[in-house]
């Protein structure tokens, strides 16, 4: 069969990958097409139609000021997408893009598949109805999920978190050698992951690395993204602030404690077992706006979201201070780092288990 998938982010191309091994393992004619990254390059062995780089734009005045260059990219994914007439179109997350194409590609009478659901729980709830009408299978990854839809009307599939294959998957590693092999002393290790993007993880850093006075013991790595170059980091390090490259999960393997920005990655540090604070700092106009449009939640991590309650300290807008972290990381180094394992592995329960991509592609080869 013909495979078009569509991820506009770094998560959508590492849960993208995953798939696409999957479903050539279960189907050895599949052909892929896809929009994404490296990771759902190498599993394919083919060039991403557009790179996620291409495509990721955050918060609503970013949004605004590109909305030219994302109206020209669903034009082209458009015409695209009519010119290789798949069997499934495969849409990953990314809802402001993905969900328009939903709708062109069940007129041209593709079957649509959605893999990892768009938070409607948060927001936007009414993306549900489109939903209804043009996405023919709903694949969804966290547990409360399967529910939700169906309280609107929706069957979905769970099929658990992708994350667990990701993370089980891993070679075992040789800490001393990772810290020689990436420049690294022999203390201790903090791991910052403050974003892909590069507004973000300039706001980010500039208020996380404010604390590392304060533990002088240990040796703060940033994880760098792959959508930002190297040189992008030499601002922020210095002889006890170091960086590496695609490299966050050896990383975080490495480190006692991490200081996380919202998003998956909070879930990607707890199933690798390390204590986090959770950091968010957007500008003031996204943030006001964003507390109008965003439904009563509790939380904004994923690991809170799940276990429905607070697992991980959130430090959001105003309360992320300098006084908040060191306070906050001093706890997660010593008196709460049981407390937070111990959920973690509840957490992982909750997730289903490993086998997540492969159930996915079963459910999609045998809708078809």
Not at 17 to 35: G, P, V
Not at 147 to 152: I, N, P, R
Not at 200 to 216: A, G, N, Q, Y
């Amino acid at each position: 069969m013909k495979y078009y998938l569509i991820a506009g982010e770094a998560s959508g191309d590492l849960h993208g990958s995953n798939l696409i091994k999957a479903l050539k393992q279960k189907d050895t004619k599949a052909e892929i097409r896809f929009w994404g990254g490296d990771l759902m390059a190498a599993a394919s062995a083919e060039k991403p139609v557009k790179h996620y780089r291409e495509l990721a734009f955050m918060g609503f005045l970013e949004v605004a000021k590109n909305l030219k260059t994302i109206l020209n990219n669903i034009k082209f994914c458009k015409k695209d997408i009519e010119r290789h007439r798949p069997d499934v179109l495969i849409l990953i997350d990314y809802p402001g893009f993905n969900l328009r194409i939903a709708k062109f590609a069940k007129e041209l009478g593709i079957k649509v598949m959605y893999y990892i659901s768009p938070q409607l729980w948060a927001w936007k709830e009414g993306r549900v109805e489109i939903i209804k009408k043009y996405v023919d299978e709903m694949l969804v990854i966290l547990p409360f999920e399967k529910d939700y839809y169906k309280k609107h009307g929706v069957e979905a599939h769970f099929t658990g978190h992708p994350l667990l294959d990701a993370v089980s998957n891993l070679p075992s590693l040789d800490v001393e050698k990772f810290k020689a092999e990436n420049f690294l002393t022999s203390k201790k290790i903090i791991a910052l992951l403050p974003g892909s993007r590069e507004q973000e993880v300039d706001k980010m850093l500039k208020i996380i690395l404010s604390v590392r006075s304060h533990f002088p013991e240990f040796q703060f790595v940033i994880a760098g993204a792959p959508s930002l170059p190297p040189e992008f980091y030499q601002k922020y390090t210095d002889e006890n602030v170091h960086f590496v490259s695609n490299k966050t999960y050896d990383l975080l393997r490495c480190s006692d404690a991490a200081l996380v920005t919202s998003g998956t990655a909070t879930l990607e540090t707890a199933l690798l077992n390390v204590p986090e604070v959770v950091c968010y700092r957007s500008s003031r106009i996204s943030y006001e706006i964003g507390k109008r449009v965003v439904k009563n939640i509790k939380y904004i991590s994923l690991v809170n979201l799940i276990m429905n309650r607070e697992v991980v300290t959130e430090l959001i807008q105003n309360e992320l201070t300098t006084e908040n972290l060191i306070r906050e990381l001093g706890l997660v180094l010593n008196e709460n780092r049981s407390k937070i394992l111990a959920d973690y592995q509840e957490l992982k329960q909750k997730l289903g288990g490993i086998g997540a991509s492969e159930r996915a592609a079963e459910i999609i080869i045998g809708c078809m």
